[in-house]
C-alpha cells in the first residue's frame, strides 16, 4: 500500500518555527517530486513547494518563499517542510503529495495552528 | 500568485451530466494542460486526471478531462451521490515556476 503520513503540526505562537515531517511507504521514495499543499480551514488548495527526485532543485510559492524550506532525506523515505516565521495566515492544514503526471497520492495532512 | 479560475459552484440533477471549467493562461493550461482533483468534505484530494485526459487506476470512466487553448473542462456523466464534492484544477505555471491551483468548484447533486 503506497502512504503518506504526516507529522509535526501543532499550534504554536506567531514568530516561531515548526517542521512537518511526511513519512513515505510502499513505493520508490527517491524515484518521485514531491510537494507540500496546504489548505486554510474552509478555503481552498495552495500549492507551497516542490523539490525534485534527488533533492537538488527546490521551487516554492511566493507567499512562503524565504520562510519556508523544503527538504527530503531519501535513504530514510522522509520529506520535510521547514517553517519559520509563522503568522495566523499559515493557519492551515499541511499535505505533502508524490507527484506522477499530477499529484497522485496524498497525506492525510497535519493541522497548524498560528495563534498567540 | 495568479491562479486558475473555475466558478464556484455547479448544480446538476441526478444522472445528469456535469462540465467543469477551469481557465489558465499559456503559460500553465495552455501549455501542459491540467489535472483535475476531488475532495469529499474532511478528506484529502484525489486525482482524478492529469495531462492529456489520463485517469489514474480505478478512477471511473465517468470523469474524462479535455482542453480548449487555456481552459480546460472535466465532464461527470451519470451524476451519483458521491459525486457531491469540491472539484480543483491544477497546473505547472513555467513563468511562475510554480504549480497553481483553481479556486475550487462545489459541485452539487441534485
Known amino acids: 500500500q503506497v502512504h503518506l503520513v504526516e507529522s509535526g503540526g501543532g499550534v504554536v505562537q506567531p514568530g516561531t518555527s515548526l517542521r512537518l515531517s511526511c513519512a513515505a511507504s510502499?513505493?520508490?521514495?527517491?524515484?518521485?517530486?514531491m510537494h507540500w499543499v496546504r489548505q486554510a480551514p474552509g478555503k481552498g488548495l495552495e500549492w507551497l513547494a516542490i523539490i525534485t527526485n534527488d533533492g537538488n532543485t527546490e521551487h516554492y510559492a511566493e507567499s512562503v518563499k524565504g520562510r519556508f524550506t523544503i527538504s527530503r532525506d531519501n535513504p530514510k523515505n522522509t520529506l520535510y517542510l521547514q517553517m519559520d516565521s509563522l503568522g495566523p495566515e499559515d493557519t492551515a492544514v499541511y499535505h505533502c503529495?508524490?507527484?506522477?503526471?499530477?499529484?497522485?497520492?496524498w497525506g492525510q495532512g497535519a493541522m497548524v495552528t498560528v495563534s498567540s | 500568485q495568479a491562479g486558475l479560475t473555475q466558478p464556484p459552484s455547479v448544480s446538476k440533477d441526478l444522472r445528469q451530466t456535469a462540465t467543469l471549467t477551469c481557465t489558465g493562461n499559456?503559460?500553465?493550461?495552455?501549455?501542459?494542460?491540467a489535472a483535475w482533483l476531488q475532495q469529499h468534505q474532511g478528506l484529502p484530494p484525489k486525482l482524478l486526471s492529469y495531462t492529456n485526459n489520463n485517469r489514474p487506476s480505478g478512477i471511473s470512466e465517468r470523469f474524462s478531462a479535455s482542453r480548449s487553448g487555456n481552459t480546460v473542462s472535466l465532464t461527470i456523466t451519470g451524476l451519483q451521490p458521491e459525486d457531491e464534492a469540491d472539484y480543483y484544477c491544477s497546473a505547472w505555471d513555467s513563468s511562475l515556476g510554480a504549480w497553481v491551483f483553481g479556486g475550487g468548484t462545489k459541485l452539487t447533486v441534485l
Open positions: 510502499g513505493f520508490t521514495f527517491r524515484n518521485y517530486f
Open positions: 503529495a508524490r507527484e506522477a503526471g499530477g499529484f497522485d497520492i
Open positions: 499559456s503559460n500553465n493550461v495552455g501549455n501542459q494542460g
